[in-house]
């Protein structure tokens, strides 16, 4: 079975460009969760959607990020304009059930590795 | 304040030999914990969850256990394989609604070394 697939793996551009990173979850999945990982911070839950509605972006960290789920294979994140605080690995999962307190697995995808110069 | 803390931050142990890593916690109300396995340059695996009401929970040499009354979890390594290098981490799901239930540990990085 194909797991989550998340394209470009490695992106590298200069501040200032829009960036989208894309996603694509396990079939038959309900929810979808972007998470960005850095050294510092560790991994962080940055939105989660489910049933392709967004529950709770309170962790996007500003209006420069975004995401869209238009339908149950397929989710973006966008973030512009880019900033080199904004260079990490981003994760996309997806899950069965509701949210964090599902007892489900979460399922990641191998990231995409995002550099801006 | 709802906080997950993991210790050690990293550890290297030989082939062949067990080991233990720590995940204390502050969340509250509680609803699971999971272990996570990360590899370099992949994303995390899911090992084992646990719910209140369970102590111990394996997956294969892996054991994870839960005293929710102290807060603490650990995950125990049997055998160490050169395969368990990776980071671990511990995520403990708060039991509200919303996204931001899940608080998350900074990780371990095990070493496992020939």
């Known amino acids: 079975d194909a797991g989550v697939i998340q394209s470009p793996r490695h992106e590298v551009t200069e501040m200032g460009q829009e960036v989208t990173l894309r996603c694509k979850p396990i079939?038959?999945?309900?929810?979808l969760f972007w998470y960005r990982q850095t050294m510092m911070r560790g991994l962080e839950l940055l939105i989660y959607?489910?049933?392709?509605?967004?529950?709770?972006d309170s962790g996007m960290p500003e209006d420069r990020f975004s995401a869209k789920m238009p339908n149950a294979s397929f989710s973006t994140l966008k973030i512009q304009p880019s900033e080199p605080r904004d260079s990490a690995v981003y994760f996309c999962?997806?899950?069965?059930?509701?949210?964090?307190?599902?007892?489900?697995?979460?399922?990641f995808g191998d990231g995409t590795r995002l550099s801006i110069l | 304040k709802n906080q997950v803390e993991q210790s050690p931050q990293s550890l290297i142990i030989l082939e062949g030999k067990n080991c233990t890593l720590q995940?204390?916690?502050?969340?509250?109300?509680?609803?699971?914990l999971r272990w996570y396995k990360q590899d370099t340059g992949r994303g995390p695996v899911s090992l084992t969850i646990?719910?209140?009401?369970?102590n111990t929970k394996s997956n294969g040499r892996y054991t994870a256990t839960l005293d929710a009354d102290t807060k603490q979890s650990s995950l125990h390594i049997t055998a160490s394989q050169l395969s368990d290098s990776a980071s671990y981490i511990c995520?403990?799901?708060?039991?509200?609604?919303?996204?931001?239930?899940?608080?998350f540990g900074t990780g371990t990085r095990l070493t496992v070394i020939p």
């Open positions: 959607f489910n049933n392709n509605v967004p529950i709770d």
């Open positions: 079939s038959g999945h309900n929810s």
């Open positions: 999962a997806s899950s069965l059930g509701r949210g964090g307190y599902s007892n489900q697995p979460q399922h």
């Open positions: 995940c204390n916690y502050t969340v509250s109300p509680f609803s699971n």
């Open positions: 995520v403990v799901s708060a039991a509200q609604t919303g996204a931001n239930n899940l608080f």
């Open positions: 646990m719910t209140f009401s369970e």
